[in-house]
C-alpha cells in the first residue's frame, strides 16, 4: 500500500525551529518529486515547499523562503521539512503529498500539527 | 501575487448539478496550469479527484467532470449527493516546480 506517514510536529515558541519528516512506503520514493502543504486552523490549503526527484531542486512559498530548507534522503525514503525561525502564523496542519508526472499531488499523509505560540 | 480565486460557498440540492470554478486574478486559467481539485471533508487530508484539468482520478464517481469554461476551470457535479458535501480546493501549477492554492468552496448539499 502506497503510504506517507509525517512527524515531528509539536507546540514550539516564537522563534523556534522543528523538523518534520515524512517516511513514504509501497512505491519508489526516489522516483517522485515531493511537496509539504500547509493548512492553518479553519483555513485552506496552502502550497509551502517542494523538491525535485532527481537533481533535488528545491522551491519554497514566499511566506516561508528563507526559514524552511525542504531535503529528502532516498535511502531512507523519507523526506524532510526543517523549520526555523517559526512564527505563529506558521500555525497549521502539515502535510506531505506525492507529485505526479500530471503535476497533480496524488497520495498525501495524515498531517502533522504544528502550534507556535508562547 | 498571484491569486487563486474560488466561490467561498455553492448550495446544491440533492439530484442537482453544480459547476464550481477557479480563475485568476490576472489573467485567464488554461489547460497549461494542469488544473487539479482535491475533496476535504473535517479532520482529512484532501484527495484527488480531478487532475490535469480534466481526468478523474481513481475511484472517483463520473458525476464528477472537469473543464475549462471562459477563463477558468470548473469542476461540474451532475447528480450531487449528500456523500458529495465537502471543501473544494484547486490548484494550479504555476511553473517551474510552483503551486498554487484556491481558497476553497464549502459545499452543502440540501
Known amino acids: 500500500e502506497v503510504q506517507l506517514l509525517e512527524s515531528g510536529g509539536g507546540l514550539v515558541q516564537p522563534g523556534g525551529s522543528l523538523r518534520l519528516s515524512c517516511a513514504a512506503s509501497g512505491f519508489t520514493f526516489s522516483n517522485n518529486g515531493m511537496n509539504w502543504v500547509r493548512q492553518a486552523p479553519g483555513k485552506g490549503l496552502e502550497w509551502v515547499s517542494g523538491?525535485?526527484?532527481?537533481?533535488?531542486?528545491?522551491l519554497y512559498a514566499d511566506s516561508v523562503k528563507g526559514r524552511f530548507t525542504i531535503s529528502r534522503d532516498n535511502s531512507k525514503n523519507t523526506l524532510y521539512l526543517q523549520m526555523n525561525s517559526l512564527r505563529a502564523e506558521d500555525t497549521a496542519v502539515y502535510y506531505c503529498?506525492?507529485?505526479?508526472?500530471?503535476?497533480?499531488?496524488?497520495?498525501w499523509g495524515q498531517g502533522t500539527t504544528v502550534t507556535v505560540s508562547s | 501575487q498571484t491569486v487563486v480565486t474560488q466561490e467561498p460557498s455553492f448550495s446544491v440540492s440533492p439530484g442537482g448539478t453544480v459547476t464550481l470554478t477557479c480563475g485568476l486574478t490576472?489573467?485567464?486559467?488554461?489547460?497549461?496550469?494542469?488544473t487539479s481539485w482535491y475533496q476535504q471533508t473535517p479532520g482529512q487530508a484532501p484527495r484527488t479527484v480531478i487532475y490535469n484539468t480534466n481526468t478523474r482520478s481513481s475511484g472517483i464517481p463520473d458525476r464528477f467532470s472537469g473543464s475549462i469554461l471562459g477563463n477558468k476551470a470548473a469542476l461540474t457535479i451532475t447528480g450531487a449527493q449528500s456523500d458529495d458535501e465537502s471543501d473544494y480546493y484547486c490548484v494550479l501549477y504555476m511553473g517551474s516546480g510552483i503551486w498554487v492554492f484556491g481558497g476553497g468552496t464549502t459545499l452543502t448539499v440540501l
Open positions: 523538491i525535485s526527484s532527481g537533481l533535488g531542486d528545491t
Open positions: 490576472s489573467g485567464s486559467v488554461s489547460t497549461r496550469y494542469h
Open positions: 503529498a506525492r507529485r505526479t508526472a500530471y503535476y497533480d499531488m496524488d497520495v
